[in-house]
């Protein structure tokens, strides 16, 4: 098979095609690589061609869903990606409550199509986030503490091989795969169709945020953590810490999915905790949430970020997020955001050992995340992310696999280490020998077929 002997319904892009800058382009500004081939797969045929035609030209294989990995595994240097983005499809059962999404779906088009219904299931924060790359490492959302994970609504999978053969994986067929897609990651092959069971969530939400300064904040914290252990699940607890005007402020609030006036019994102990210098409580539509953190002009920003899961979040870590890896409260230029989001309720449901996705006891959730321009910034930003990162690391009880980064992965299988107990990483390495044996999908948060 050569390259003129393939043919696709989608587009084959190479350098200096109208369209090819911008298929490459993902979310982080500091990935400018240069793929040799792009397939803009317009279905499975498409994205079947493109596996094999990659495997007899023996180039590496980037995928590329939505985009928003900082890490740029979706563009390979030199190599193919398969760019799932024109598959983006979304269908809704609502009497079964089931969507089914093509991979290439972004989280906007599932919300807007089960939402027309009054129907949703767990997806990230952001609209414009892949559905495949968010779901295959866990997915979490607004609706997990609900529901579960977006991997733990999912019913079915269907998957391109490293071979180019397809394959469907669920609870009764290919359980083995099942188990590792719901959280490993894009290890095993290309999945080009979820399944998701659907909720009756309704429309509507309550997002309520309190400010305080830095410098108070630590007994509000303490009594923010001490509220969210006893809090309803239709709630999330957030908190983070940026620059403002008058210094550095800490945000304080949750934001609950069903009945607003609900979500307003819990405003009286949010409002004991301490006086804020300003609040907000808003009722957005459940399609505003989903796209009140979206970032415009996105593609523009280097990014960088550090993550772990907290089990316990005790004074010293209160006292240590809030100076955000610095010496002291004062806000450097270069000090990252940091937050946290709760997990638990039906999260924690769920037993380990059901999937591949770990440290389902987790408290919360940290980040460490910096954005900007200037090239001249990047030894400066990551550094303070890092720091952000490593004042944390104490208290953490390991990592989600998505929020890793390219040097964590890089430094052998220490971060994946982080991601998985030795128990599940085996059985994950046993999948991987059994779909993908010669590791053909390994720009990725690999896991490593054993040899």
């Known amino acids: ?44 045929a498409d994205v079947v061609a493109a596996v094999r035609m990659a495997r007899e030209l023996d180039l590496e ?17 030199g190599g193919l990606m398969i760019d799932l983005t024109p ?13 089914r999404v093509q991979g ?12 027309a219904y009054g129907l949703a299931t767990t997806a990230g924060n952001v ?9 295959l490492g866990g997915g979490m959302g607004w609706l997990a503490r609900q529901y579960g994970l977006a991997c733990d609504n999912v019913v079915s999978y269907t998957m391109v091989t490293a071979e180019g053969d397809v394959v469907t994986a669920s ?48 007994p509000v914290i303490e009594g923010w953590r001490d509220l969210n252990a006893v809090a309803p699940r ?34 009286p102990a949010m409002r004991a905790l301490g006086r804020p210098v300003a609040s907000r409580v808003t009722t957005p539509s459940y399609l505003e949430l989903q796209r009140r953190d979206d970032s415009t002009g996105g593609h523009a920003y280097r990014r960088y970020s550090k993550g772990h899961y907290l089990r316990r979040f005790p004074t010293a870590a209160i006292e240590a997020f809030l100076l955000r890896g610095g010496a002291d409260l004062s806000a450097s230029p270069y000090l990252p955001g940091v937050g946290l989001q709760a997990h638990g309720g039906a999260i924690a449901d769920v037993p380990e050992a059901d999937a591949a996705f770990s440290h389902r006891g987790t408290m919360f959730e940290f980040g460490a995340g910096s954005r900007w321009t200037d090239p001249a910034e990047d030894d400066a930003r990551m550094g303070a992310a890092r720091a952000a990162g490593a004042s944390l690391e104490p208290y953490a009880s390991g990592v989600y696999v998505n929020s890793l980064t390219a040097d964590e992965l890089a430094d052998g299988q220490r971060g994946v280490r982080r991601a998985y107990s030795a128990a599940k990483l085996a059985r994950l390495t046993a999948v991987k020998t059994a779909y993908d044996p010669a590791n053909v999908f390994h720009l990725n948060q690999n896991i490593r077929p054993a040899h």
């Open 171 to 218: 609870r009764t067929h290919n359980p083995d795969l099942f188990w590792g897609l719901r959280g490993g990651g894009g290890n095993f092959g290309i999945v080009t169709e979820f399944e998701f069971q659907l909720h009756r969530t309704g429309t509507r939400t309550l997002v309520a945020e309190f400010d305080f300064r830095a410098e108070d904040a630590v």
């Open 127 to 135: 609209s414009h986030t892949g559905v495949g790359g968010l779901t």
């Open 61 to 77: 294989i980037g995928v590329r869903c939505g985009g928003h990995n900082v890490a740029g595994f979706a563009v390979p240097d």
């Open 87 to 99: 598959m983006g499809g979304v269908r809704i059962d609502p009497a079964r409550r089931r969507a």
């Open 1 to 44: 098979m050569t390259t003129t002997a393939t043919r696709f319904d989608g587009r084959l892009l190479t350098p200096g095609d109208a369209g090819y800058d911008t298929a490459r382009t993902v979310w982080n500004a500091m990935v400018d690589r240069r793929p040799r081939m792009i397939v803009r797969a317009a279905g499975v």
């Open 234 to 267: 239709q709630a999330t607890f957030t908190a983070s810490v940026g620059s403002g005007p008058a210094g550095p402020i800490a945000t304080l609030g949750f934001v609950w999915v069903g009945d607003p006036a609900e979500g307003r019994r819990l405003l």
């Open 104 to 115: 290439g779906a972004l989280l906007g088009a599932l919300d807007r199509a089960s939402q």
